[in-house]
């Protein structure tokens, strides 16, 4: 009897205490929402907790009321089986609350399964945003480096025109130089022709003062020899031919060279030259040109002796050389140009230039002693020849072990060349070094070699 009083006095306990639980978890579902979840899964959760929390308290109060009968009753039997009722209560009531648990835990899981998609899906977007970052960040880079390339390049190109401008105001430069030097040397041709102007002059006052003093006699004859008409007549006539001489050399008194003197034969006086005629060419470069050597047709022979090409032959008017001496004398009075300028026969013209040119005398066999600078559409060919001594066919001076002479006709060889004004006419184009030409052997049509001072 002892033992059956204790048992439902233990499930009284049990009782109580469950009843105790289930009292604080409905004050912890009104502190934080029901179930204890947040706002957003309290829906999910609301039906299992009230519902079930509200069937356990509904289970305590039907055994409180049980518990009450038995006690009244006093009756063992009914109370031992009541205990066994509340027991399996009990188990079913720990079953549905195991049920509970494992529903929360399915849940706060579930949420950490979506909260953790939802953190990767974010994660795998920033990524994606980080890849394209890094893309569009290649893409600058690259851009920029093609902007580099190209400001250099552009650097380069700016560079080489502002060389090109160097060499260009260099190349200015030197021309001016030049130019300064021919108008230094002109001004001092012009002092010489002033003082030579001078002079005359001075010759034309004697010549002046000689009329006046002619005058003069002729007046005290006048006054002496009225009478003599004659005399005055004769007088007069001599005194009127004396003011024409005058006057017509006033008007012949010869040029330095054919500066400003048209395209014809002039007589000129260079130093160390008696007064001599020379072929002026005024429509080329300039005009100003003394022709020394003219070739058009084959109507000259050109191949002559050293003796002929020291004097010169030909005839001003055609073909014609001014003579090795005369060149000489000419180039060694100051300093010259020289310009040669070839006609083919189709009809295109080509020049070559030098700006210093100066031969020996005939103890150096007339030696090419200059060229100065070269310029020109024509190849530089005669640079070859410099230093060489005149070569003709009775006269060997090249370096070759044959006469050159002999078959390109007279000129500064060296071992032969590239040039041969002197060699066999051909009134049409062919290619033969036999050929007046000049570098390719192709024949021309005409030539002349002009000189001037610098």
């Not at 300093?335 to 070559?352: C, D, I, P, R, S």
């Amino acid at each position: 009897m002892r033992r059956r009083s204790v048992l439902p006095l233990v499930g009284l306990i049990l009782v109580l205490g469950f009843q105790h639980v289930i009292s604080e978890s409905l004050l912890l579902m009104d502190d934080h929402g029901e179930c204890g979840f947040s706002s957003d899964e309290e829906d999910l959760c609301a039906s299992y907790c009230h519902r079930s929390m509200k069937l356990g308290l509904g289970y305590i109060i039907e055994l409180k009321e049980k518990i009450k009968i038995l006690e009244e009753n006093q009756s063992n039997s009914q109370l031992s089986k009541a205990v066994e009722n509340l027991q399996s209560k009990i188990d079913q009531q720990n079953i549905q609350i195991a049920n509970i648990n494992d529903f929360i835990t399915n849940s706060v899981r579930q949420k950490e399964v979506e909260e953790k998609a939802k953190s990767q899906t974010e994660i795998d977007k920033y990524k994606r945003q980080v890849e394209q970052l890094k893309k569009n960040l290649e893409n600058v880079q690259r851009q920029a480096a093609k902007d580099k390339e190209e400001s250099l390049a552009e650097q380069r190109n700016r560079n080489g025109e502002i060389d090109n401008l160097k060499e260009k105001l260099a190349t200015q430069k030197s021309d001016l130089d030049k130019t300064v030097k021919d108008l230094e040397s002109k001004k001092k041709e012009l002092e010489e022709y002033q003082i030579k102007e001078k002079n005359s002059s001075k010759k034309i006052e004697e010549l002046n003062s000689k009329i006046s003093s002619l005058q003069k006699k002729f007046e005290e004859s006048e006054t002496q020899l009225t009478d003599s008409n004659h005399l005055v007549e004769k007088h007069s006539l001599q005194l009127s031919q004396t003011n024409e001489y005058l006057i017509e050399c006033r008007g012949k008194l010869p040029k330095p060279n054919c500066k400003s003197l048209s395209s014809g034969i002039h007589e000129i006086e260079i130093s160390g030259i008696d007064p001599t005629c020379v072929l002026c060419e005024g429509d080329v470069e300039g005009g100003g040109w003394i022709v020394i050597h003219k070739r058009f047709d084959g109507s000259v022979d050109f191949n002559r002796t050293w003796t002929e090409y020291r004097n010169g032959f030909g005839n001003k008017e055609g073909n014609f050389y001014i003579g090795l001496e005369n060149l000489h004398r000419i180039t060694n009075s100051q300093t010259y140009k020289l310009y040669v300028q070839l006609e083919y026969h189709n009809g295109t013209f080509e020049f070559a230039s030098y700006d210093n040119f100066r031969i020996g005398n005939e103890t150096t066999k007339y030696k090419l002693e200059s060229l100065g600078e070269f310029k020109g559409t024509a190849k530089d060919a005669m640079h070859y020849n410099l230093k060489q001594a005149f070569s003709s066919y009775d006269q060997d001076n090249d370096h070759s072990f044959v006469d050159c002479a002999q078959g390109q006709g007279a000129w500064w060889y060296n071992y032969c060349g590239y040039i041969y004004l002197n060699a066999k006419y051909f009134n049409r184009e062919v290619q033969d070094c036999s050929s007046m030409s000049w570098w390719d052997c192709i024949s021309l049509k005409s030539v002349q070699m002009l000189i001037r001072p610098r």
